[in-house]
């Protein structure tokens, strides 16, 4: 466990000296009479980095900035801090160890497709490829490459897929299936902003296990309640590895949302980025099927998915969801905005820029909810208009060294949602973070018991955020919205007070032997992705 959160703390320096560079870049001009800039920057992202030659230390790369003294466009340069080499695949600063590009000037260009002409080039139904190559609109961005370039699989952004989702239609998108607005700010069923529940949503990712378990017992005392009378709830997205099937159990039977965050948590982000619709499968449904079997959740609530490292895996991933009748992602986030944005369905075209890490949004239509994540502001003082990209997870946000300030960015977050349009707060958390501080539980303990001092305003799960947002009812009935009701009183005791701690190996994990605890029979192996019920291997 220790090496997983050392690796987290590196890849967290990693992003953040990137960061850096980037804001504080010297943008020094390079001699223009000794390059042609247009040619180089002729059809480049003005945020791509590239070098000039790859002789010298790795360290140095330009991108092109069509920002100096008459338009004139110029190459400015950056320069990666001693003991890092920039990556041009990944377009970040690195340890030297982990780059293996610098042989290449740059990102490798791949060719478009021949999509927008003033006259058309292909008979209707079918468009050009990059070699003029005529092929059906149907075969573009389907997964395998259809032209002989491969230029059909190359423009397949949110903005570029000939087969992409529509813009919303608020005709044809009614609830309770379907929801959307042209920017993503509009409240389900038009109710004044007064009368909508400010919703928070608490969410953790990782194991739940020994580690965590008295953190969440905490914050879920069962003596903190919403307004309606029912106790407060967070949703876990839960990876499989070192968790303790038993404890999920417990909080299931407490009314806590359990959703999948992938079976192996490979630290490969290319993995999920690029994964197929079979990885996609295996990662999020097998997951389910260890959470159902081992921590005994027979009722069918798990339906919701986050991408580990938040790498969305664009439409494969969307499709084996809606396949395997998953209902909501919660990966994709959206860029701090003046106002903040509701959920959606992906029917129609995300109303937002597909932010974070890869870009590779769904571009098609699918039958999920997104459950997107606002980024919080992080500013210390919200008055001062300092120019801070904004924080997804709340760890993520690492200008937070106190409780004072967490506390400050609590608050002032909520009363962004709160009067604006009311859009779920989202607080995101690694459980590792809470803890790391004493005083961090505390504020957060603080700001949950302030807020229900209020009477409108209600810590949810994922799920009741999508139920009210099918049935808009407004906070003078919402004391007896039935869906909430649902899991109001926890019944019972724990299944079991002594697990069984199954001490198991697979041959998917040689040289390991890990303890599966749960309520459960013990299974033969350790279940893995290959064997996801640890009854064995079905191929020998």
Not at 9 to 33: H, M
Not at 118 to 126: F, T
Not at 411 to 437: E, I, M, V
Not at 503 to 523: A, K, S
Request: glycine share 6%; charged share 25%.
């Amino acid at each position: 466990m220790a090496k997983v959160i050392k690796l987290f703390g590196l890849l967290c320096l990693v992003v953040t000296i990137a960061a850096e560079v980037r804001v504080k870049r010297q943008d020094e001009d390079i001699d223009p009479d000794s390059i042609n800039v247009e040619e180089l920057c002729k059809d480049r992202p003005g945020d791509e980095y590239f070098r000039l030659s790859t002789d010298g230390d790795c360290r140095e790369v330009v991108r092109c900035d069509d920002a100096g003294e008459n338009g004139i466009t110029r190459l400015a340069k950056v320069r990666c801090p001693t003991g890092l080499y920039f990556d041009v695949l990944r377009q970040t600063c690195d340890w030297k160890t982990n780059v293996k590009s610098c042989d290449l000037l740059g990102k490798p260009r791949k060719v478009l497709p021949i999509l927008k002409t003033d006259e058309p080039i292909c008979p209707e139904g079918r468009l050009s490829c990059g070699n003029g190559e005529c092929i059906d609109k149907e075969l573009f961005c389907n997964g395998k490459p259809d032209c002989k370039d491969e230029s059909d699989e190359n423009a397949c952004t949110v903005e570029l897929d000939p087969n992409r989702a529509p813009d919303c239609d608020t005709t044809q998108c009614v609830l309770p299936d379907c929801f959307c607005s042209a920017d993503g700010t509009r409240i389900p069923g038009n109710i004044e902003p007064q009368q909508v529940p400010q919703m928070i949503t608490i969410t953790f990712n990782g194991a739940v296990n020994v580690d965590n378990i008295d953190l969440y017992e905490d914050i879920f005392n069962g003596q903190r309640q919403n307004p309606n009378g029912c106790q407060i709830r967070g949703t876990y997205f839960v990876s499989h590895k070192y968790t303790n099937y038993s404890a999920v159990q417990d909080l299931h039977r407490k009314g806590h949302e359990i959703s999948v965050f992938s079976l192996t948590h490979k630290d490969d982000p290319n993995y999920w980025t690029q994964g197929t619709y079979d990885d996609w499968l295996a990662e999020m449904a097998g997951a389910r099927l260890i959470v159902e079997r081992f921590a005994n959740i027979t009722d069918g609530s798990i339906i919701g998915v986050r991408a580990p490292y938040l790498r969305v895996g664009g439409n494969k991933q969307f499709e084996m969801m809606a396949d395997q009748f998953f209902v909501y992602d919660a990966s994709i986030t959206a860029s701090l905005g003046r106002v903040p944005i509701w959920p959606y369905t992906l029917y129609f075209r995300m109303p937002h820029k597909c932010n974070g890490n890869a870009h590779n949004c769904p571009s098609r239509s699918h039958p999920v909810w997104e459950m997107v994540m606002n980024e919080l502001d992080r500013r210390d003082d919200p008055t001062f208009d300092e120019s801070l990209p904004g924080c997804h997870m709340v760890d993520s946000c690492s200008n937070i060294q106190s409780g004072e300030q967490f506390g400050r960015l609590l608050r002032h977050n909520f009363n962004r949602h709160y009067n604006s349009n009311r859009a779920p707060l989202g607080l995101h958390f690694h459980a590792s973070w809470l803890k790391s501080k004493k005083e961090y539980r505390e504020e957060l303990i603080k700001f949950i018991e302030e807020m229900l001092g209020r009477n409108d305003v209600f810590f949810v799960t994922m799920l009741q955020v999508i139920q009210w947002m099918q049935n808009p009812t407004e906070l003078n009935a919402l004391r007896d919205f039935q869906e909430w009701k649902e899991k109001c009183d926890v019944k019972g005791q724990p299944y079991c007070s002594l697990p069984n701690a199954c001490p198991l190996t697979t041959r998917e994990l040689p040289g390991e032997t890990l303890r599966l605890f749960t309520c459960m029979e013990c299974p033969n192996n350790y279940p893995w992705i290959l064997d996801p019920t640890g009854d064995g291997f079905s191929k020998k």
